[in-house]
Structures are given as C-alpha cells and as structure tokens.
C-alpha cells in the first residue's frame, strides 16, 4: 500500500492514477473539507478526464482521509513556496510532511518527494528531519526524490506518457520505485541520485522561462519602436534552428514562476541569467496595465469601469489561479487605487476570489468598451466574436486583427 500525502493539482491525479493501476491507495490530506468533498465522490477541482479517473480510483477502492497511514511507501506531494525576500525555498510543508510520516512509518519504509525542491533542499532539510526522528537513513527509512512533470490542463495525459526522473541513495531502491511508477507511466524513468533529481526539474522549469522572458523582452522592444512583433517571430521561426515562443502577460502556475527563483536564492551571484529573466517575466503585468491605459487614453476612454479584464487563470483551459498574470496585475492596480473597478470574468472560476467579479460572459460584456483578454481560453479563442464590436486588448494573439483589436 502507498500513502499519497497532499490530494492537490498533483497529489489527486498521483494517486488515482496508482489507484487505477492496481496499487492500494491511500490518499491523506490535513484540509478535512478536502477529503469530506472527495469521500463524497466529487474531485475538487477542473481537469480534462480527472472525474472519469476519480470514477475509476473509487471502484478500484482508493480510501480518503486526514490521518496518516502505517504502509510500506509515502509519496510527499505539497506546495513548496519560497521567500519572496531571500528566493530561497521555503521546506516547511515538506518538512511537517515527513515529520508527521516519521510517527506512523515502519522501519524499511520508503518515504518519495514528488514537491518540486531546490537542489540540495533534501539534504540540507529533509534528511535532518528524519535522523533527529532516529532513524538511520538507508536501513530504517529511505528516501527518495521523484518530482513530478505534469502541467494542468493537461495532468491525465501527462501522467501517462512524461518522462520521469527518480533520485535515490540507494539504486536498488530506486529501481523499486521505477516499478512502482511504471504501472503507469508510459515514458522513459531515469534512475540517478537525488541531487541531480533536483536539479533536472528546476533546470527544465528555468529553461521554459527564459525563452518565454525572451519573446516577452521582445514584445517590449518591438512596441517601444511601434513593430509587430508577432510578425516578427512568425517569420524568425522558419529558420530551421530557430523557435522563439509567443510573448503573453506574464508567468503563472506553481512551476515556472517559482522555480527558477530557487537558483536565484542559493546562487545569487551566479543566476544572473535566471534572475533577469524572472525580473523581465514578473515585470509583464505591469506592462500589461501601462498598454492598457495607453489604447484608454487613445480612444477617449476615461471610465475604468468600461473596462473588463477576461480571464483570471494562470494559462488556458484550467481552473488554477496560482501565480496568475491577472491576479499580479490585480496587485498592480491596488498600487494605483483602481483595483476592484475593472469587472473580472473567468468561466473557469466558479468562486469569488477578487472585487468585481461576475460569473456570465452577458454580465461580463455589459457596459464595457474595452475587454482586456489575458487567457486564451477556448470560450474566446474558437470564437472572438462573442466579445462583440469593444476594443480589445489582446495579450494572447488569439483574437485576429482588426482596427479595434491591439497587441502587446
């Protein structure tokens, strides 16, 4: 039997895929109206094909709960924040993750990080939190890292088919746990040890936001100078060894957004690359705000009330906020005394999380002259003309063009 500690974006979909490929599961969370929601047969949040996975774990008998389980493997999946001051990671969900394993764990046990964590953050964290325990490492407990490589919207199919990476003290151990994953995953599993385990997976989500810093620093230069930068990737791109990505309003998301920063924090004097890019990719919102005001004033618009922002996720298709380029510029405008005037829309956001949010496209569009469209999602992508004759800024390059339509 494995225990799944944390039923979040990553830990659910984790667990009910084992749970469906005939591992025993338990799924623990501290969060009781979490598991009161789940034990009720209800998945907790939007994803393409996670409620027919959720009907498929439940008949496999997959069990719910907030008490830790005695079992033979823990698989650690909770957030990993970091300080917005230091750039360091902040361990402590793991920490009291593995603190609270160390009661009810037999000896033998393998206790696996799916958190994504700083290189080093099991060494210099984790391992303290299990030897002050008394335990020996590598006898009593083992300890394994295995971060997760899945992105919302599309976590089912990702499960199945990414890659993976296992980091372990121990190479037996860590074949172990490659067979344990392998019921599932239809990718290639790397076996290493756990450094490089943590470092593969910061490294890929620091790569991803560099080239998006990139196109970003290229629509700010491109508009500087009145270029279409659009324009200007389409054609760069037919060069066989070029591929530059489309420029947005920012960042979002548990990954992208926070991990590179962790190499900031533990290399400060060497990350330079990394930390102008994360610099350039925070910056987006505010430049989002700056364009906005720009085409208000060029079409006589003095009401911020005529103005709506369309989308409150982090990236298309999905229900996570964390991190979102909307929520940043929403902080923005607090700054400039005007936040809570825009109306806010989201069909993906069923709950109130900011002023003036309203929940109907027909709402939404009322009384505004101008929408600014920071998510792609497919409600406006497959159709922009359901946003009517209002100008329109475009942050996505979904909209098409037109004389009332702008871009970044």
Known sequence: ??????????????????????????????????????????????????????????????????????CDMYIVSVPTPYDKDSKKIDPCYVNAAVKTVMDVAPKGATVVIESTVSPGTIDKFVRPV?????????????????????????????????????????PVIGEKVKKLYASFCQGDIAVTDIRTAEMTKVVENTFRDINIAFANELAKICRSDNMDVHEI??????????????PGPGVGGHCISVDP??????????????????????????????RAFEIMQENGITDSSKVGIYGLTYKENVDDVRESPTLQMLESMER???????????????????????HSMEGFLEGLEMVIVMVGHSQVKDDPAILGDRILLDTRNICGTGDKIYKL
């Open 233 to 246: 990737i389409r054609i760069a791109n037919k060069h066989p060894r070029v591929n530059i990505l489309s």
């Open 130 to 170: 299990v030897e002050k325990r008394g335990f020996v490492i590598g006898q009593d407990i083992n300890l394994v890292h295995a971060p997760e490589r899945i992105i919302p919207g599309n976590m089912v199919y990702e499960l199945l088919h990414n890659n993976r990476t296992i980091g372990a003290d121990d």
């Open 336 to 358: 400039h005394l005007c936040a809570g005037v825009c109306k806010v829309y989201d069909p993906w956001v069923e709950s109130d999380i900011v002023p003036n949010q309203v």
């Open 261 to 290: 920063w962790f190499l900031v924090g533990d290399y400060p004097g060497l990350a330079r690359l990394i930390r102008n890019a994360r610099e350039t990719n925070d910056s987006m919102p505010e430049f989002v705000l700056n």
């Open 1 to 70: 039997m494995i225990n799944v500690i944390g039923l979040g974006y990553i830990g659910l979909p984790t667990a009910l895929m084992f749970a469906t490929h005939g591992v025993e599961v338990v799924g623990t969370d501290y969060n009781k109206d979490l598991v009161a929601t789940l034990n009720a047969g209800k998945t907790t949040f939007k994803e393409d094909g996670l409620d027919e996975l959720f009907e498929e774990a439940l008949a496999a008998g997959i069990k719910f709960t907030t008490e830790y389980q005695s």
